[in-house]
């Protein structure tokens, strides 16, 4: 469709960004064979503002992956169709959390929506890498946040200070909130992989839907209020378990 006005709800900002799907231009994927995709939140957004990067795959088929670069962690979440590991199929809602210098082939079957997220493995000292992990969102532990079972929070990794990144499925009723502006040390990356409502970033709300991605820096102030008639649901990013300093 032609954008006569040239509007779009993506915004970029010093501590956040929203990347509305309107804006997405497919390149090739590095680290991934004959595979594109878009890469949504990366150090080269906002003067490196992001330490993480979150990317989709599109599968075709042929699109796959021997692992991510040297010392890199990743975690592969099915959004849409399958992809195969290693000759077993993955299939939408579940996910692979790969330690870094670990080696696989990973296929974006045709059609596949995957989402991604690598990070930098921090190592601790006297703590062993931890092995990969295979999983879905349907057998994760799953809590009402803060007592309101309206807003159900899954985790999809083990809380162990072996890991210093967590991956997190949010599943709002329409009218559930976050019952606080929370503002932390940890930085996020969102995929809306469901529903709509209002996402308050910094000192702007902004409308946001099923496709929306969202970068929120450390110390970024962030509420969120589902709305519509179906359930909202947004998987994330965050960074754990590391010193500040
Ligand atoms: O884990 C979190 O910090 C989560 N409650 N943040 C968010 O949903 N924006
Ligand atoms: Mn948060």
Known sequence: MNNIFGETRTRTA???ALIAPDGHVISPLVGWENTEGVVLISPAMNGGGPRFVQYLVHGTGEGHTTGAAPGVQRLVYVLSGTATLDGETL??????????????KLVADKEASLLVFEKRYEPLPKCDVPNRIVGSHKDAPAEPFMGDPDAMLATLMPIDPAFDMAVN???YQPGAALPFVETHIMEHGLYMSAGQGIYRLDDQWYPVAQGDSIWMASYCPQWF?????????YIYYKDIHRDPL
């Open 169 to 171: 499925v949010f599943t």
């Open 14 to 16: 010093n501590n956040h």
């Open 91 to 104: 299939a939408a809602e579940q996910f692979a959390w790969f330690p870094p210098g670990d080696e696989y």
């Open 225 to 233: 209020v589902a709305m519509g008639k179906e359930p909202a649901q």
